[in-house]
């Protein structure tokens, strides 16, 4: 059972494009929810998270909007670069039985110049 | 310089031997897990420990075994009985200090199959 769908699975996005990428869940006990960037042959980085009392967060040019009623939550990434191209992972875990994420399945993410 | 090492980077195995994955991490943190990546998937679990002398399966554990002697380390054995070994595992941290949930991943090691 897979407990937090991610998709798309890849995007190809334009050098100062806007890249969103969603995330929905089933459990309504997760109360955490990190993105993670990782590349080729390393290990995943947290990029930013956030908790279900606040609906946005923003971090530079990242951004997560929250919608506790749907279950949903995405990640924006404004001003696109080259750089960010990577797989991008949404995870989510709830306080008590070791913090354990579950994650979705990725997102390659391409921005071209 | 404070964080999270995996060895080795690339290991090679043939069919029904055992390996060990090294993880140490000198972040200081109390919580310490072992994920697989395979390709087109997402992480899955495969054991976590809260504190030293004490571990948890998570969602993949048969085939893996696991230790926590020391609160710094937490070696992964992949035993013959894994029937697909072949994957890139993550280690990863966390403070169980305040209320922050974030995991810190170590840089990986590759496992191969032959």
């Known amino acids: 059972q897979q407990q937090v769908k991610q998709s798309p699975q890849s995007l190809i996005v334009q050098k100062g494009g806007i890249s969103i990428i969603n995330c929905a869940y089933e459990n309504t006990a997760f109360d955490y929810f990190p993105w993670y960037q990782q590349f080729p042959g390393k290990g995943p980085a947290l990029l930013i998270a956030?908790?279900?009392?606040?609906s946005e967060k923003k971090e530079g040019r990242f951004t997560i909007s929250f919608n506790k009623s749907a279950k949903q939550f995405s990640l924006h990434i404004m001003d696109s670069q080259p750089g960010d191209s990577a797989t991008y992972f949404c995870?989510?875990?709830?306080?008590?039985?070791?913090?354990?994420?579950?994650f979705g399945t990725g997102t390659q993410l391409k921005v071209e110049l | 310089d404070g964080g999270i090492t995996q060895s080795p980077k690339y290991l090679f195995r043939k069919e029904g031997q055992n390996v060990t994955l090294s993880c140490e991490q000198n972040?200081?943190?109390?919580?310490m897990y072992w994920y697989r990546q395979d390709p087109g998937q997402g992480l899955r679990l495969i054991y976590y420990?809260?504190?030293?002398?004490?571990?948890q399966k998570g969602d993949i554990a048969e085939g893996y075994s696991v230790s926590r002697e020391k609160k710094e380390s937490f070696p992964l054995t992949v035993t013959s009985a894994q029937k697909n070994p072949t994957a890139f595992y993550l280690c990863?941290?966390?403070?169980?200090?305040?209320?922050?949930?974030?995991?810190?991943f170590g840089p990986g090691t590759r496992l191969t199959v032959l």
């Open positions: 956030i908790r279900p009392d606040v």
């Open positions: 420990s809260q504190i030293v002398n004490d571990f």
């Open positions: 972040l200081n943190h109390d919580a």
């Open positions: 995870a989510a875990s709830r306080a008590g039985g070791g913090n354990k994420l579950t």
């Open positions: 990863a941290s966390r403070s169980r200090a305040g209320t922050t949930d974030t995991q810190y």
